[in-house]
């Protein structure tokens, strides 16, 4: 099944404390990208990459890394996690690029207290 | 600064009646819009999008009409069904990136019987 696939979908963690969120995709596509979704803000872009070893930053980078060393895997890195990280995020690939659409992930809720 | 916005956060709708979500934006470059419908505890899948060449674009009865002088879009639904009830995002693509894919904040769509 062609899918986008997370982990873990939930989490709770402590400030500072450093954590990785795993995403991987078994479509061959080129798009990916890391949103975050929160209470009347909607999606917004954390970063993006159009193949490997090519990334860049949406509109809300700070507090986060990524990289992308092989295709399939996008991984959302936060260094040092803070409470104002909290949100539930969506790892999203596309083949020809967003404008065709996204195939999003079911999302990963991080609580960081 | 919200360049896309959905300015109503919910809509009650009889079901076999129309449903209309609208979607404003502020900048000018974005010519490519998208519709992405989202449940509880999932990701958002794409719905419809439609290209500034155009001002309408259907797909069964989902039809999205474009208005660029007035930089606004709006999904229509006809007939609503229960299975609508969602939250609607839309969003908006600018010429000249590569993955900058900008989101609405969202309306939630409560079809009822």
């Known amino acids: 099944e062609a899918q986008v696939t997370q982990n873990p979908r939930y989490l709770i963690t402590v400030t500072g404390k450093k954590l990785t969120v795993t995403c991987s995709q078994n479509m061959n596509h080129e798009y990916m990208s890391w949103y975050r979704q929160d209470p009347g803000l909607g999606l917004r872009q954390i970063y993006y990459?159009?193949?490997?070893?090519?990334?860049d930053k949406g509109d809300v980078p700070e507090g986060y890394k990524v990289s992308r060393k092989e295709k399939r895997n996008f991984p959302l890195i936060l260094e040092s996690p803070s409470p104002n990280q909290t949100s539930l995020y969506f790892c999203?690939?596309?083949?020809?690029?967003?404008?065709?659409?996204?195939?999003f992930g079911s999302g990963t809720r991080l609580t960081v207290v | 600064d919200q360049q896309v916005k959905q300015n109503s956060p919910s809509l009650s709708v009889q079901e076999g009646r129309i449903s209309i979500l609208n979607c404003d934006y502020t900048n000018s470059m974005f010519d490519y819009f998208l519709w992405y419908k989202k449940y509880p505890a999932e990701g958002p899948t794409f719905l419809i999008s439609i290209s500034s060449i155009k001002d309408k674009n259907e797909d069964g009865r989902f039809t999205v009409f474009l208005n660029k002088s007035a930089k606004h879009l709006s999904l229509h639904i006809v007939p609503s069904q229960p299975g609508d009830s969602a939250v609607y995002f839309c969003?908006?693509?600018?010429?000249?990136?590569?993955?900058?894919?900008?989101f609405g904040t969202g309306t939630r769509l409560q079809v009822t019987l």
């Open positions: 999203a690939s596309s083949a020809q690029g967003p404008r065709y659409g996204y195939t």
């Open positions: 990459s159009m193949n490997v070893e090519v990334t």
């Open positions: 969003a908006a693509y600018p010429t000249g990136t590569a993955s900058k894919l900008t």
